[in-house]
């Protein structure tokens, strides 16, 4: 599959089936997840790989929906905010290092034939909790990754081109 191919499949997916992910496919995804760039080469984050029943169960407790619960797996991508670069202006840049590892994640997922949803709105100081995360670590997204019950990628809405980008 091409570049474009993989982001053309990819989607947010909200619904799985009861199959583990095998070890060969999550050992791909972490090795995706930890080439993936950042600012100054920082590489500020920490990614929880959840896949016990009591971690999944505590984890459902931060973000219960019934399409999560269905999930096999769940990567916590968390920001290191202390290794963190910081730009002269003051803007942080850990967040955006988390996003570009956990979208090589997602893309990385659909090329291996499984689904994948950035989980954003959850308890995030539940989770740090549950998970004895350091006060310096943050936990970002929640990523459930499985095997898609669906049949067919579903239909994406984008902006036109000429909405979106701009010659200067």
Known sequence: M????IIRSRYSCRSYQDKPVEEEKVAYLKECMQLAPSAVN???????????????????????????N???????????HEQEWVR???????DIDVAIAVEH?????????????????FDAQRCHQL???????????IIPIG?????????K??????EIFLEV
Not at 88 to 94: F, M, R
Not at 157 to 162: I, L, N, S, V, Y
């Open 157 to 162: 809405t984008r902006k036109q081109q000429e």
């Open 70 to 80: 269905e999930a096999p797996l769940y990567i916590i991508a968390s920001a290191l």
């Open 105 to 121: 994640l997602c893309l990385a997922a659909t090329e291996q034939g499984l689904g994948s949803c950035w989980v954003c709105n």
């Open 88 to 94: 002269s202006d003051g803007k942080p840049h850990g």
């Open 131 to 141: 998970f004895e995360m350091p006060d310096t670590e943050e936990p970002v997204a």
């Open 147 to 155: 095997y898609s019950s669906l049949a067919e990628t579903p239909q």
């Open 2 to 5: 091409s570049l474009i191919d």
């Open 42 to 68: 920082r590489q500020p984050w920490k990614f929880r790989i959840v896949r016990s029943e009591k971690g999944r169960e505590n984890l459902q407790t931060c973000y219960s929906r019934p399409w999560f």
